[in-house]
């Protein structure tokens, strides 16, 4: 019935010229006193035309719709595949959206090579400049003063953030190399604490660790990014207290710190891509990328993260490991 309404209405105008031209018709004979059955038979049959022609034209272009319909709700290649044009315009119509195909998909090509080049040069860069940071932390460990451990703890800061790099731009690759197998839980965590043992020790945040005994099926690079992260947050904005590592049920890996915690306002948006919040602003260092990288990487890995805070009481962070579904590309 609702296809029926649009049709009339799309085709009101030839509707409507016909009724007049009939009443047109009628009021012609009647002025000439003609009988009223004279006027009435070639109207009424001019009427059962109509409907016959509007019947069998309604069929046509609800098929016509229906092919339409069935090549909307695939790829936009199949525009190729449109009915035969009725007219000029519907032609025209069609010619316009092939043009239109044609330049998004060059667009999609210019795109992608973009990507892939950009992806090339970084992937290129994150190696090379790893290599002077290497060099630069075996300098420092023949040395153990205060300025040395600050150092060490500068670059791994720089080595963070390379990563940070790799990582934004693989999660935007259309493949990543993820290797989804079981992993002990304890040995991911351990080896993210032991890249921040100096952060730890120049703060002087005591670290409690509860063995976790918990296998997780993960990507442990990927993981490892998520918890390395989180830990890099939780000392960023602690300046005095502890970190504690611990899990909840089911298989809930939890990171809580007594730093300065998360505003009430800012909290529902910290996950979000650039939002820093009070303490961003306050800290005028925050990028504001860190938790929306971790979030992205357990949107893949199938895993959850959420996050619990009052200001002035510490953080905690939750990464749920129990779910099956993983998004694999």
């Not at 990582?167 to 493949?175: E, N, V």
């Not at 079981?182 to 005591?206: C, M, T, Y």
């Not at 502890?242 to 089911?250: H, Q």
Request: aromatic fraction near 8%; include cysteine; proline fraction near 2%.
């Amino acid at each position: 019935m609702g296809y029926i309404i649009s049709y009339i209405k799309q085709h009101r105008l030839a509707l409507l010229a016909f009724v007049l031209c009939a009443a047109l018709f009628a009021a012609t004979f009647l002025f000439y006193r003609f009988p009223l059955k004279a006027v009435l038979y070639p109207t009424v049959l001019c009427l059962v035309l109509l409907a016959g022609f509007a019947a069998a034209d309604i069929v046509r272009t609800r098929k016509k719709h229906a092919e339409l319909e069935r090549i909307k709700c695939f790829d936009a290649k199949l525009a190729d595949s449109f009915p035969e044009a009725d007219g000029v315009v519907e032609a025209d119509y069609q010619e316009i959206i092939r043009l239109m195909r044609e330049q998004h998909d060059r667009a999609e090509q210019r795109t992608e090579q973009g990507l892939r080049e950009m992806m090339d040069y970084y992937t290129v860069w994150v190696h090379q400049i790893k290599t002077p940071i290497a060099s630069m932390r075996l300098a420092l460990q023949n040395e153990d003063t205060a300025e040395s451990r600050q150092l060490q703890s500068e670059l791994g800061r720089i080595e963070r953030y390379v990563e940070m790099v790799l990582t934004f731009l693989r999660l935007g690759a259309d493949s990543t190399d993820y290797v989804i197998k079981e992993h002990e839980l304890d040995d991911i965590v351990r080896g993210a604490v032991k890249k921040l043992a100096g952060d730890f020790i120049n703060k002087k945040i005591k670290l409690e660790y509860t063995e976790l005994n918990e296998k997780v099926l993960t990507d442990e690079k990927w993981l490892s990014f998520v918890v390395g992260q989180v830990l890099s947050n939780a000392l960023k904005y602690t300046s005095e207290g502890t970190v504690s590592i611990y899990t909840e049920s089911p298989k809930t890996l939890c990171i809580r710190d007594t730093g300065i915690g998360i505003a009430a306002d800012d909290l529902p948006r910290i996950f979000e891509n650039g939002y820093t919040g009070y303490n961003g602003r306050s800290d005028k260092k925050a990028s504001g990328i860190g938790l929306y990288l971790c979030r992205r990487v357990c949107d893949k890995l199938g895993h959850g993260i959420s996050a619990e805070s009052r200001a002035g009481e510490g953080t905690v962070i939750r990464i749920a490991l129990d779910k099956k579904k993983l998004e694999v590309e």
